[in-house]
């Protein structure tokens, strides 16, 4: 399908099951509520085939464009239908199985995520591993013709809430850093796996510790080969930045127009205005170019940093500019709507941290696209 009938037959569509797509909550509502929304808006989205353009028919896909996925996204955020960086796992981790996992897996697994019957987690960082991901030391080890992992992860976005983990672990010793790393898909239900919660400074339950105690994981569970989880984790991490981007730059937007919207005369400082949009124009800018360099079967690869930049640099101006404007809001008050500029605001804070933090996305660009010095 073309994208031109994509959106018109799409918002058509929206618009005639709007009744039963609305959240059932006024402002953010809670993660659980965000969560079992998500899973309703996927669940109907799927059956009525919106979910599956712009995937591969070998998944459980129709076909088409990856402009169909950033659409929908878009289109999903810009009525509050979903949140989108809850929805975003499905961009990132989807794509990693479908270039990894032996097909039937993938043919397995892509569905469930696809039409949100499961929820998956990205299992890379450590307590002293973050930037510096080729240090990280969960380790497996070979037995009974599979593997055993025994370690710790954290900051594992939605871990409670998952039924399977993308994982890096360490199968080579310490010192062979990026080359020793395997990437599993890992059933979040096996005996040995603890999963606490961590609540963020915006009263969230976002992430969690994951705890692994010799935990069995199939031999036909490796994504790509052993040793080669660095490229499976350095192929996912363009995804992070690529069609998710695209919706928050949408969530972006919508939130930016209530801000005008709600904010009392005089309230918002035009020129501090004209910046933030000027901002967020230059993000949504370059990620539309990004969507239609995946379109077109490009490898995204370290380009992809300046977008992460890029929005991160406009998500907080947003909503600095939130705080300046509504400050009983973002400070103090406790009706719906406040609350959830409050967790927005506080949010923004971690747009430089996840995904790579803003000096690690300087480096990059620094080293790998201007050659201003050597990559490490
Ligand atoms: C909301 C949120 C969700 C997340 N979800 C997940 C998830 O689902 N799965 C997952 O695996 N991880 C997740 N993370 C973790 C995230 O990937 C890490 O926090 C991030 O990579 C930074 O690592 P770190 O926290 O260990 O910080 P560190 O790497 O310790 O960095 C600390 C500071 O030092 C700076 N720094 C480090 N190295 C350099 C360098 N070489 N040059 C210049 N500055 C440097 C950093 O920029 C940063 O300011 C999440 C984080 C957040 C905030």
């Known amino acids: 399908m073309e994208l031109g009938d994509f959106r018109r037959r799409l918002d058509a569509w ?20 965000q969560m079992a929304q998500l899973q309703k808006v996927k669940r109907l989205a799927y059956d009525a085939g919106w979910m599956r353009w712009g995937w591969a028919e070998r998944v459980g896909g129709l076909g088409g464009s990856a402009l169909l996925r950033a659409y929908l996204g ?22 990693t199985m479908i270039d990894y996992a032996n097909p039937a897996l993938a043919a397995e697994m892509v569905p469930r995520l696809l039409r949100g019957d499961e929820t998956w987690c990205q299992g890379f960082s450590e307590p002293g591993t973050g930037s510096n991901l080729a240090s990280l030391a969960c380790r497996a080890v070979r037995r009974d013709g599979g593997w055993r992992v025994t370690g710790q992860k954290v900051w594992t976005s939605l871990a409670q809430y998952a039924q399977r983990c993308v994982l890096l672990t360490r199968t080579g010793t310490l010192e062979s850093a ?27 339950e976002e992430f969690s510790e994951v705890f692994f105690d010799d935990v069995a994981v199939p031999e036909h569970r490796m994504l ?16 992070e930045r690529s069609t998710a981007l695209w919706h928050r730059a949408a969530y972006l937007h919508l939130r930016l127009q209530q801000l005008v919207d709600a904010a009392p005369p005089g309230a918002v400082d035009p020129a501090t205005l004209g910046e933030v949009t000027q901002l967020l124009y230059a993000f949504r800018a370059r990620s539309r170019a990004t969507q239609h360099r995946l379109a077109t079967g490009a490898h995204l690869g370290a380009e992809t940093s300046i977008d992460k930049v890029l929005m991160a640099s406009a998500e907080q101006a947003v909503f600095e500019l939130a705080a300046d404007a509504l400050p009983g809001a973002v400070a103090v008050a406790d009706d719906p709507r406040s609350v959830r500029w409050r967790r927005d605001y506080l949010f923004s804070r971690a747009a430089t941290i996840y995904g790579g933090t803003a000096e690690i996305q300087r480096n990059i660009i620094a080293r790998r696209l201007l050659d201003l010095g050597d990559d490490r």
């Open 14 to 33: 929206l618009d005639e099951h709007d009744g039963a797509l609305a959240p059932p909550y006024e402002g953010a509502g809670t993660l659980d509520e």
């Open 74 to 95: 878009e289109a999903l955020t810009a009525r509050e239908l979903i949140e989108p960086g809850l929805f975003s796992m499905t961009e990132v981790l989807a794509p």
């Open 178 to 204: 990026h080359r020793g790393i395997t990437a599993l898909f890992v059933d979040m239900d096996t005996p040995g796996i603890t999963v606490r919660p961590i609540e963020t400074m915006h009263g969230v």
């Open 224 to 239: 790509g080969a052993e040793g080669a989880g660095w490229s499976v984790a350095m192929d996912l991490l363009p995804y």
